[in-house]
C-alpha cells in the first residue's frame, strides 16, 4: 500500500497553466504504475493520464491529449501534472492513484490520495 497526497491545484483563468504534484510515501514508489483522474460534481471520476513505472509509456485521455503531460521523479517518490490551455470544462477534483499497470481503467488502482481541487474560470 502506497498514501498519496496532491497538491498544486486551485484557481485559474481559462488559458492558464497549473502543475499538479502527487507526492507518495513507502520505498515502493517506483514500482508503481501511476495516474490522474478527476471528478466534476455531479460527474463520474473520468481518466485524465497515466505513466508506467518507469516513465517510458504514457497515456491520456482524448480531452486532455495535447494540453497536459504526465511525468514523474522515482528518485522523489512524486509524479506531476503539467495541465496547460486549461477551459472551465476542466474544473473538477483531481487524484492521483497508484497500480500495477498503466491503465483508464479506475478498477486497475489500488491507493488513492484525497484529491486537490481545479477550478478554470472564463
Known amino acids: 500500500q502506497v498514501r498519496l497526497v496532491e497538491s498544486g491545484g486551485g484557481l485559474v483563468q481559462a488559458g492558464g497553466s497549473l502543475r499538479l504534484s502527487c507526492s507518495a510515501s513507502?520505498?515502493?514508489?517506483?514500482?508503481?504504475?501511476m495516474g490522474w483522474f478527476r471528478q466534476a460534481p455531479g460527474k463520474e471520476r473520468e481518466f485524465v493520464a497515466a505513466i508506467d513505472w518507469n516513465g517510458l509509456i504514457t497515456y491520456y485521455a482524448d480531452s486532455a491529449q495535447g494540453r497536459f503531460a504526465i511525468s514523474r521523479d522515482n528518485a522523489k517518490n512524486t509524479v506531476y501534472l503539467q495541465m496547460n490551455s486549461l477551459q472551465p470544462e476542466d474544473t473538477a477534483v483531481y487524484y492521483c492513484a497508484a497500480g500495477r499497470v498503466a491503465s483508464a481503467a479506475k478498477g486497475e488502482y489500488n491507493d488513492w490520495g484525497q484529491g486537490t481541487q481545479v477550478t478554470v474560470s472564463s
Open positions: 513507502g520505498r515502493t514508489f517506483s514500482t508503481y504504475a
